[in-house]
Nanobody
Framework: QARLVESGGGSVQPGGSLRLSCAVSRGSFMSYDMGWHRQAPGKERELVAGISSDGMTTYADSVKGRFTISRVNAENTLYLQMNSLKPEDTAVYYC????????????????WGQGTQVTVSS
C-alpha cells in the first residue's frame, strides 16, 4: 500500500511563493494519477490540481496561472509550486492518489497524506 508524506508548507506573505512536496513510498509511483486538495477552516476539502500518470494536468479556476503541479517519477515525488499566494490560499494541503478522467481528477483511491499547513498573511 502506498504511503504519502507532504512537506513544504509554512507561512508566507501575500504575493510570496511556496513549493509543496509529496513523497510516495511503496507501490508504482509512475502509474499513479495524483492530486492536491486543500481544506480551509470551516470549509469543505476542495480540489486544487491533478496530474495523470502521463503528465496531463487540471487546475481549479482559483489557482490557474499561479499554481503548477508536477511530478518527478525518478524521485517518486509530486510537487505543487504555488506563486502569487493570496490570503484565501490559506489551508491545509493534502496530496492523494486517484483517477484522472475526462479532464478532471478524482481522489477516489482512499490514499491521502497527513497534510501540510499553508498560511498566507501579512
Amino acid at each position: 500500500q502506498a504511503r504519502l508524506v507532504e512537506s513544504g508548507g509554512g507561512s508566507v506573505q501575500p504575493g510570496g511563493s511556496l513549493r509543496l512536496s509529496c513523497a510516495v513510498s511503496r507501490g508504482s509511483f509512475m502509474s499513479y494519477d495524483m492530486g492536491w486538495h486543500r481544506q480551509a477552516p470551516g470549509k469543505e476539502r476542495e480540489l486544487v490540481a491533478g496530474i495523470s500518470s502521463d503528465g496531463m494536468t487540471t487546475y481549479a479556476d482559483s489557482v490557474k496561472g499561479r499554481f503548477t503541479i508536477s511530478r518527478v517519477n525518478a524521485e517518486n515525488t509530486l510537487y505543487l509550486q504555488m506563486n502569487s499566494l493570496k490570503p484565501e490560499d490559506t489551508a491545509v494541503y493534502y496530496c492523494s492518489l486517484g483517477t484522472y478522467y475526462s479532464g478532471t481528477y478524482y481522489a477516489n483511491h482512499g490514499y491521502w497524506g497527513q497534510g501540510t499547513q499553508v498560511t498566507v498573511s501579512s
